[in-house]
Structures are given as structure tokens and as C-alpha cells.
């Protein structure tokens, strides 16, 4: 598919109760309010093309930037063009979809954590500390010095803005799942910080509390489901 055929599809997919929804959820600008599974389905159509990618990105438009992270081809990005994505990024579910779909799978993904984690743009952080989960699920834990970052959660966590709050908890659950010693200082590090207190406004959202995943950190699939959903 072309870039104007793919916006067509879009703009065909869209619903004013999900521009109404992805608004709710902090999404600004334009947008056609397409549903996931219409992404999915067009994604399928589009298969891996970073030519397409990148005018999606370059649109500006929610649904058509959010349909980008899903076709680029990650291993195409060098650190500038990871910066170059990150640094228009408005939205937290399309930072949560950049994390999953191509910051982490890219090769410099253990540069961005370092780099956006200490990010002071609230997006670029809150994709920083995606890229944390996802890497934290990996057997070597994409070669993260996940001890430190933990550490870094617990001194740092009453700070930062809540959806940075959200991203850095589910990152800490995340570590916790790692591995059974991470698990235990996890839970501690924890019980230290105490509830992490998030205001997600007028949706759904909830931040996990950690004293819930106390007898084993709760699942893989229960974090990507918090993070992605």
C-alpha cells in the first residue's frame, strides 16, 4: 500500500467515539479515531515497510503515527533516527507503541534507556522506561544493568509527572519478573516506596499496586496488558 492509499483506509476506519476515547487518554491534534484491531488488520496489508513508516510518522496524525511504530523496520534505526521519532512524541500511547514495536528492537535500545530515562520531556522519559519493561523480559534483560535501574526507580519515582510515575511502577514490575533475586528486592524496594499515587483523569487507566504482585510479581502477560493495553 501507498502512504495516501494507507490514509484512506484510515480516515475510512475512523469513529468519533474513539477520537473521543484517544482524546480522553490525552491524545491532541489530528486524528481519526481508529481502532486497534483496524490497525492490526492494516497492518497486516502493510507488512514491514519503513518508507511508509516514515510518512506516517511524518503526518502528524494520531492513528497514522501509531500505525507507524507497527510497520517500521527496527532494525533500520541508528540512535539520530530514534531521537529524531521520539522527540515529536505528544502522546503516551504512541510512546508506549514506539517503546514496544521499534525502540526495542532496534540496536541502540540500551543507549535510549540510558539517554531517555534522564530524559526531563516527560514522553521521551515515559519511553525510556517502556523500553525498560520490554528489554527487562528478555533472558538477558537486553543487556540492561537492571539492578541499577531499579535503584534508580525507587530514589527517583516520587518525583517525575504521573504518566512517567506509571511507566517507571510497571518498569519496576517488570525488573521484578526478571529473575527470582530481582523479584525479591522488587518487592522491597516497594514496600519501601509504598503506593505509587497516578492520576489518569477520566478513563479507565490504573497503575498496579505493587503489594498485589507481592506473592510473585504477578505475569508477563498481565504487565504487557498494564503497559500496551
Known sequence: MTY?????????????QNR????????SGEMFG?????LGK????????????????SSGNVDAMTLATMVAEPETFGKEDLDRWVRVIDYSTIANQFAKYVVARSAPAPWAVTKWTKAKRPFVAIAGWDVVSCLAMEEDGGSLDLL???????????????????????????IGLHSKGLRRKAIAAAKRIGRVEVDHGQTGCKTPCHPVYRTGLGSSENLSRSIFS
Open 4 to 16: 495516501d492509499q494507507v490514509m484512506e483506509a484510515l480516515k475510512r476506519s475512523g469513529t468519533a
Open 20 to 27: 473521543k476515547i484517544y482524546a480522553r487518554h490525552g491524545a
Open 34 to 38: 481508529v481502532s486497534f484491531v483496524e
Open 42 to 57: 492494516l497492518r497486516k496489508r502493510i507488512g514491514a515497510d519503513q518508507e511508509v513508516a516514515e510518512a506516517l510518522w
Open 148 to 174: 541499577e535501574l531499579l535503584g534508580r526507580i525507587e530514589a527517583e519515582i516520587a518525583r517525575p509527572p504521573d504518566q512517567v510515575k506509571h511507566a517507571m511502577n510497571n518498569s519496576m514490575i517488570a
